[in-house]
């Protein structure tokens, strides 16, 4: 299996995109991920690479944007040749009939990898992330929610989740037929693939995953199975392949870091919040503000001094302001996080909120991205390539991080 691609992905945003690439790079897979579908030329670039990923904006997007943009996408999968593919989504599996849709996704799938049932598996028990008996459950600042009842996602700006029950929810985005899996059908040693179009699995701990990852590669109807689910699922195929090594961290240490931040979560409100204090330079933008030309000036000032800074939309969920048209927004944060990495020189850079730095990240005219460190589950230090001098990134998931996260980036420097 030496130099083949053994495993290919579409992250449905950035953040979750660099989460399955460091599920996969930490665990010896040597892997890249692409900023946009990447055609014969660019593999032959990454040709050391045994794993292929595609970071993606469907979870922001309508069914009409899917239906249009996913089939050549999944088709560029598919001619990439991979026995495992893997529609990556958020593993608080936040999404509407509306927007993100993955009930879509599956349909898509289905379509053009030929796969009779699709498994979906959202559970990420290393993020805090469980699926019993089809309720999602997940951690929040003090403890554990069923997801409807999550602080942050019941009250999510674009797809707040009002049910638990994965199927149910499920069955909202698609017509096709929803099975469960439970975990005590999963460990009692007789499991059976239901008469399903779609195969749901609960997950409590990391063993049920890569249980749940033998059984789907173990299940194999076409050349290529295509699955649905969070890192959860790949980090438990990591472990049925039972890959063993870590790559060790490539970093060099930097003296200032710039944040944008987009995401109105408690847990990116705490970690601005903590490293205000810490001596970051904070700046508030205004979400209707046409250029940010006066934030671009102060950051750009302040960088310039050797300071780090931090550009945020809102602190917390009671300071959001509702935007129409977040892409634009992001879009704009995105030309801002530009101009200021130019003209101030700035190596490190972390963006935090999941559409935010899809679209931000878009704006850089990076082309890839490769894994350089470890720092949180979900969060990885990525180098980035097309960029036309040294740059490394962050993109942060708005739940994803300790309060002392953005001055844990900046402090980060392993062997040069």
Request: net charge negative.
């Amino acid at each position: 299996m030496r130099g083949e691609i053994v495993f290919s992905f579409y992250g449905d945003d950035f953040t979750g995109s660099t989460d399955a690439l460091e599920a996969l790079s930490v665990n010896g897979v040597p892997s890249v991920l692409f900023l946009r579908p990447p055609n014969a030329s660019d593999l032959c670039k990454f040709s050391g690479c045994r794993a292929v990923g595609i970071a993606g904006e469907s979870r922001s997007r309508p069914p009409e944007w899917m239906r249009r943009e996913l089939p050549a996408i999944f088709e560029c999968l598919r001619q990439i040749g991979a026995p495992l593919v893997q529609y990556k989504v958020c593993s608080t599996f936040d999404s509407s009939p509306d927007t993100g849709s993955i009930g879509c996704a599956i349909e898509i799938g289905q379509q053009v990898f030929h796969n009779r049932s699709v498994a979906v598996v959202p559970a990420a028990p290393l993020l805090g992330r469980h699926v019993v008996f089809g309720n999602l459950f997940a951690t929040g600042a003090d403890g554990m929610y069923r997801i409807d009842r999550h602080p942050s996602m019941r009250s999510h700006p674009i797809t707040p989740m009002d049910e638990s029950d994965l199927r149910i929810h499920l069955g909202r985005q698609t017509s096709r037929r929803v099975a469960g899996v439970n975990l005590l059908d999963l460990r009692d040693g007789s499991f059976q693939w239901p008469d399903a179009d779609v195969v749901l699995f609960d997950g409590l701990e990391p063993l049920d995953l890569a249980e749940t990852a033998r059984l789907i590669s173990e299940h194999r109807e076409a050349p290529q199975t295509f699955v649905v689910g969070s890192s959860g699922f790949t980090y438990g195929l990591m472990d049925y392949w039972r890959v063993e090594g870590e790559v060790g961290a490539s970093a060099c240490a930097t003296d200032r870091l710039l944040v944008l931040a987009g995401s109105c979560s408690q847990a990116t409100e705490a970690q601005i919040r903590t490293a205000m204090r810490d001596g970051f330079h904070g700046i508030r933008l205004n979400p209707v503000d046409a250029d940010f030309a006066v934030a671009a000036e102060d950051a750009i000032g302040q960088l310039t001094t050797g300071r780090s800074v931090i550009l945020y939309s809102a602190l917390g969920a009671g300071d959001c302001i509702q935007i129409i048209d977040r892409p634009s927004l992001s879009a704009r944060m995105g030309k801002l996080l530009r101009r200021i990495i130019e003209a101030s020189g700035v190596t490190r850079v972390v963006v935090a909120g999941g559409d935010t730095s899809t679209y931000a990240a878009r704006e850089l005219g990076i082309t890839a991205l490769t894994f350089a460190a470890p720092l949180t589950r979900g969060a990885p230090l990525c180098r980035a390539h097309g960029w036309p001098g040294e740059l490394e990134m962050v993109l942060k998931g708005g739940q994803i991080g300790s309060e002392r996260f953005f001055e844990e980036v900046l402090d980060y420097g392993g062997a040069p």
